[in-house]
């Protein structure tokens, strides 16, 4: 009876009268059991306008006690909902259609009055909450509209607009946890708002859900909208899905937007700090009143159901605050004192509530072991993403099927992309989805023929194409080796490769007007895309060796960067135009619009593609999970903007300016994405206690002494505050915030040294991981040995440039070892 207590006055609990029976199988009855009835007494208890569903079980048939269990848990919440449970013990003489056939004893079937409503097989109320949630489903069928497409929730929030708000919710599968608290929910608030349901993956796709394999729940603003054209605005509900998250979720929904105060915020109390959500005060005067209300209206809708907002009015405010304030921010806990803040963007405001907002999810005490407890939930990441996605349709008919006797004929017709897996793999099937997501992108458009092939299926053919692990992509060009991909496992990265290899590398450019083209983008347009810089190679017509290697590395990087080569007579004319004197790199920037030149005097392959692969990398790059190995490899310290969302224009004008200048060379000055790269928030709690407002500039070394220095909060980012700041950090006269662990992280013990392991087996030839390929071929047996050498040139691990010293002192030490990219990876 909890809940019911907690619930608003204005709903009536027990507005259609019900009870609930279960039946069940013989048990034996203890003082907390299911009451135990005859046929004609369980009958006869039926009244009209009241629900019950009941097992009817032989009385000499074995017990099942797991089941009666949980039957016995769930009486008391669905007595609760006035609904009381039951089962029906049957005699060898019973004529009852219940009792009457075995089968029918799997069943169990709920009723309303005398007339039959549903039945259900034993096997989905396997637990509490799959009772409860099955009943409440079944009896609320009106209150929860069950939807599987995205036109039923259009249609159905057409409907609404101008007339009521809309709860929208995704559960994994009926029965679950989260399917009761939504039924528990809907029992109270149903005659108020429309609730809608649904499992599958396609709709919450197509709202713009993340991480689509957890539960989710949306607030629709539906009866704000009088248009027909207009979107319902959405609020999620970012807790977990249980009853009292929902209720509380609900209860900020129903709080007014904004509120006006003359008062001291210090003794202001809401709803919101009832229910533990902070207040955000935007102050106001009478002068700027109609812009400070639009900014205040604007931050409670991004605020919605993590603080309440209000509009407080300095000029009728009895009490003094500070004069420069324009924000208040209060938490929750009580006698803690009001924050005075001065923040000029909606963006900050936000992430300082994001920030200090630790709100710790209400659990109930009845279900906390249920909630532990997902019998679903894999131990393994990758399979476990694989089993959420086990619903989802994927359009294989975009790729073609090889089979043993097609492999061969379908590789040798066409170039092709072979995909091998294994469809027992969990890897395989996740990437799967990768893969078909390429072949969406390329339908159409794509002179390469992506196909599969099941390794489970067929091994030989597996084997006889050198394939030892799964999945991986191999492309097969008329007359030349196979390559395969071994880039991210994504996507992005696989379309990338495949764009790129559209042309062979390095283009042979031989007229001064095509290299000109080329290095403008002109050339080719259409790869910009996937590759933002160009590489041409200046040689004059004499350097063999130097354009051999050349050839080698631009072959090597195929698929990574477009590389052209340019060796012909009036190669001056290009090298006094960019003040390159071959052999040399002409490396263009096309978003940057610049051409910048690198000589390559006395560089062997592995040189030439280490500079490239450096080269080619952004100025100012966004730092995400898959690209911060690369530049961790460049050994400097990182200068790094945290921001929650798009940098300010003001901010990036200013770093790139200092780059130019030279300021920043010692540095890799970038920036992360809060919304982007999620993980970036619990690295800034790494850093900081409490978060200061975002954006914040930190510069970071990892790579020796671990230091952290925050560029000061109360200052703006500009070029002379940038500078200014540098310039102590020189002299010594700025404190780190922390100092990061120098702790390496070792496995427990020697027999979990999984990496030491894999070195072993493929020593002396680690595997590299960058460039994002591998160039295989078959060879006759007198060949191999010649292979192998010229291949190992390209499995060598490549030593750093060694970093020169930022400062004159020993601040940050100069690394000068040498390492490989798997060890870094």
Not at 110 to 127: Q, Y
Request: glycine letters at 4%; one cysteine or more.
């Amino acid at each position: 009876m909890q809940l019911q207590l907690m619930m608003s006055s204005d709903f009536s609990i027990f507005r259609v009268g019900i009870s609930f029976i279960m039946m069940c199988i013989f048990h034996k009855s203890t003082e907390d059991s299911v009451p135990e009835l005859s046929p004609q007494k369980y009958f006869s208890t039926l009244q009209p306008g009241k629900a019950s569903l009941a097992y009817f079980c032989q009385a000499d048939s074995p017990s099942t006690s797991v089941l009666l269990e949980e039957l016995n848990e769930a009486a008391k919440p669905l007595q609760d909902y006035g609904i009381s449970v039951a089962k029906v013990n049957c005699v060898k003489e019973e004529t009852s259609r219940y009792c009457g056939k075995e089968k029918d004893l799997m069943k169990a079937y709920l009723f309303r009055g005398n007339i039959l409503l549903r039945e259900f097989p034993t096997d989905t109320l396997f637990d509490v909450n799959a009772i409860v949630a099955h009943v409440l489903f079944a009896l609320l069928f009106n209150e929860v509209k069950y939807i599987t497409t995205l036109e039923d929730l259009q249609n159905i929030e057409n409907a609404l607009k101008g007339k009521a708000n809309m709860i929208f919710s995704y559960v994994r599968a009926i029965g679950t946890p989260e399917h009761r608290a939504v039924m528990e929910a809907a029992f109270v608030y149903g005659t108020t708002y429309q609730f809608v349901l649904t499992t599958e993956m396609a709709v919450l796709e197509s709202i713009g859900s993340e991480n689509i394999e957890l539960a989710h729940l949306y607030f629709f603003h539906c009866n704000l909208v009088s248009d027909l054209t207009q979107q319902c605005r959405r609020t999620r509900m970012e807790q977990s899905l249980t009853t009292l998250n929902i209720h509380l979720f609900v209860k900020t929904m129903k709080a007014p937007l904004l509120t006006e105060v003359a008062e001291d915020p210090q003794q202001v109390s809401t709803i919101h700090l009832q229910l533990g959500l902070p207040l955000v005060f935007i102050v106001s005067q009478q002068a700027t009143y109609e812009a400070d209300r639009r900014t205040a209206e604007w931050v409670a809708w991004r605020l919605l159901g993590k603080a309440g907002v209000l509009l407080l009015l300095r000029d009728s405010l009895k009490v003094n605050i500070p004069q420069h304030t324009n924000v208040i921010f209060k938490r929750a806990e009580q006698e803690v004192p009001v924050e005075f803040l001065e923040l000029y963007d909606v963006d900050l405001i936000i992430s300082h509530v994001e920030n200090n907002n630790h709100i710790e999810e209400t659990q109930e005490d009845e279900d906390d072991d249920m909630e532990d407890l997902d019998m679903d939930i894999q131990d393994d990441e990758v399979a476990e993403t694989v089993y959420r996605d086990r619903k989802r349709q994927l359009p294989l008919e975009l790729t073609v099927e090889l089979t043993e006797e097609t492999f061969n004929a379908t590789v040798m017709a066409s170039d092709s992309i072979v995909l091998f897996y294994a469809g027992w793999h969990a890897v395989s099937m996740a990437f799967l989805q990768s893969y078909i997501d390429v072949a969406i992108k390329l339908k159409d458009t794509s002179t390469m023929l992506l196909t599969r092939i099941n390794c489970a299926d067929w091994s030989d053919v597996c084997t006889k194409q050198n394939v030892t692990e799964f999945p991986i992509v191999k492309m097969y060009k008329k007359g030349e080796n196979p390559v395969s991909y071994v880039g991210m496992l994504g996507t992005e990265g696989l379309l990338k490769f495949i764009q790129l290899n559209r042309i062979s590398y390095p283009v042979n450019i031989t007229l001064f007007q095509e290299a000109e083209k080329y290095l403008s983008g002109e050339l080719y347009k259409d790869l910009l895309t996937y590759s933002s810089v160009s590489v041409l190679g200046l040689f004059s017509p004499t350097m063999t060796t130097a354009k051999e290697d050349f050839t080698e590395a631009g072959n090597y990087l195929k698929g990574c960067v477009i590389t052209g080569i340019y060796s012909e007579e009036d190669v001056w004319i290009l090298s006094n135009k960019y003040a390159a004197t071959p052999p040399a790199l002409l490396l263009a920037r096309h978003k940057e619009g610049t051409i910048e030149s690198i000589p390559l005097a006395n560089t062997h392959v592995q040189d030439i593609v280490q500079i490239i692969t450096n080269a080619s990398l952004e100025t100012f790059p966004e730092i995400t999970v898959e690209n911060l190995p690369t530049y961790l490899r460049l050994q400097k310290p990182l200068l790094i903007l945290f921001s929650d969302g798009s940098i300010n224009p003001q901010y990036r004008k200013a770093i790139l300016t200092l780059m130019k200048q030279k300021h920043l060379d010692s540095f890799i000055p970038c920036w992360l994405n809060l919304k982007n790269t999620p993980v970036g928030r619990g690295i800034l709690r790494a850093y900081f206690s409490p978060l200061p407002p975002l954006p914040l500039l930190v510069l970071v070394n990892l790579h020796s002494g671990g230091q952290v220095f925050a560029f000061p909060s109360n200052q703006s980012i500009t070029e002379q505050n940038l500078v200014l700041w540098l310039k102590k950090l020189e002299a010594g006269l700025e404190n780190h915030i922390t100092i990061l662990s120098a702790q390496e992280w070792k496995p427990p013990l020697p027999a979990y040294d999984f990496l030491s392991m894999m070195d072993a087996a493929t020593a002396p030839h680690p595997t590299r991981k960058e460039p994002e390929y591998t160039k295989e071929t078959d060879v006759p047996e007198n060949d191999k040995e010649q292979y192998e050498d010229k291949s190992s040139i390209r499995k060598e691990p490549i030593e750093t440039l060694r970093i020169k010293h930022w400062n004159k002192s020993n601040w940050f030490k100069e690394t000068e070892k040498s390492f490989k990219h798997d060890k870094e990876l």
